[in-house]
């Protein structure tokens, strides 16, 4: 089956293939859609990359003249050098600390049923399908009972409620197309369980806990609610700093806020691209069944 | 005992201990109001001021429409970029990208480019389709599209990871029986894609719910998009009415809810039976 989807097409092959595409309707609704979706994205972005290379700009389409001074203006105004570091620090214990706790969660899920099994599954989906700042309120009130909140723990632990859950959820659907009668036939051989682990079940695995780390990364950086409400002023992260940039304005100028802006886009894109070449986030699931057929 | 479930306790405790601690301290808390009057007087405070009720409607026009459009805009994206081709990979990247802006580009890029002297409206009056600037920021439609332009890509890549998570040979079979490109796509993917699509709806509007920056930033925050998460943090944050301020996110989280419950129930009502793989 798959070697018949796999074969290479002809050239006159493809031309047919190419033709009979355009003539769906699905694809010109799919083209308008990101047509649409990609000039005002354009738009958006554009703007305060404009800007923030601007000298200055009032009713024109551009800028009147170009100049790089605001991105040296906006790090040492806004000393984020300090700022990079803490987003860094608590992105990986995020992730590091959320793959450690959910994937061994999430290989029990995957694989055993018990008793009050959906209620266990409930606990995971609950802080995903609560908005942040719903359980963020009480859970920022209760850090600030220990002590916690306006420290670097306080963040990162504040970060890991979504993000634990987030992992949970996507590989125990990922763990569970693994085959265990791989598993089975390994123990079967004579391994031990932690050489099931290691040399069995984690390169399995491996595909799965990258784009789950990957996403968990995005998602933190970005996580802009919860580092909010328990960030103190020497542990925020880039989005919450940007954000207290544009409130306390007045002497700040546009500029170089959007210089910050662009430089907080800039690494998010950076962290995006170097994902994608390492994974596939929308192959979560096929990935699985290639490494089945083609051996 | 089975060794294999204790991998799970870490994950349980965890969220024990930082989730539902938590919650239920809140709960015990907006009983306590902070000026005394009954169990009941936050909520009263909360219901009986229309100020404050009406932030439920104003969060709930916003979310309903920013998560429709962005599942119904998802899915033919998804279907046209289900399948290899060449570009895909830019395409793909291009799709997710808005996930890198954060709210604040976002914000003042909209704020510029939607702006009375900005390019959409300069475009629009250059071809003469507008005498007036149309006004998209600091009301309802800038923060409607801040949110879709930040939840689209979250949409369409769930949308996308349950769409290939359906088997091709279900596909390819029905072709084989004869079903044309529609017949395909509303008897087979479609059922087999509604439980996907059910919980990209709920993931997309519970995002959009929690609407707090754009509102503050793009938005009107004390009109027209006043919603109820900005009230929830100005009570316990800024008045420290930590009381109040738990027992309107208590108010938030079963609004959510029921949204979600009804959507949920809505689809295992249309359809029951075996999903493909995942749901």
Redesign the interface.
Known sequence: ?ADL?ERRPTARAKEVTRRRRWG?P??W???A??GF??V??A??????LA?SFGTRW??T?LPEGWTTKWYGAAWREFSLGQVFWTTALVSVLVVAVSVL??V??A???A??S?PGKKL?LL??L??????????G??????LYKFHLAGTLTGVV??N??PS??FV?LTMT?FIE?IDPRIEAAARMCGARTGSVLLRVLTPLLVPGILAASVLVL?RTV?M??LT??TAGPDSQTL?VA??Y???SAGIRT?QS??AM??M??LS??V???IA?RFV???????RVKEEHTHP | MDRTLLLAAPGVAFLLLLFCYPFGYGLGLSFQPKDGGGALANYRRFFDDPYLRETIWITLKLAVPAALVNCLAAVPVAFRTRGPFRGRRLITTLLVMPITLGTVLTAQGLLGYLGPNGWLNKALRGIGLIDQPLELVHNYWGVLASLIITGFPFAYLLTLSYLTGIDPSLEQAAATLGARRAQRFRYVLLPLLAPGLAITFCLSFVLAFAVFPSAQLVGDPRGETHVISIEAYQAAFQKFDYALGSAIAMVMAAVMLAVVLLVLGWRSLLYRGATGGKG
């Not at chain 1, 609950?126 to 359980?135: F, H, K, Q």
């Not at chain 1, 309120?137 to 209760?142: D, E, R, S």
């Open positions: 089956m989807l769906r699905g694809t609704i799919a083209a859609v990101f979706f990609f005002n994205l738009g958006v972005v554009g703007v305060p800007d009032f009713t389409w706790i959910g061994p969660a290989y029990a899920l694989r055993r018990f266990v606990l995971f609950l802080p995903i399908l609560v908005p942040p700042l719903t359980y309120i009480p859970l920022a009130t209760v632990l504040a890991l409620v634990v859950p949970v659907p197309q995005v970005g802009f609610e909010f409400l989005v940007l954000y940039a544009v409130f546009q806020i959007d802006a662009v907080y886009t998010m894109l962290l995006l691209v994608l596939n986030p929308t192959q979560l699931v096929t």
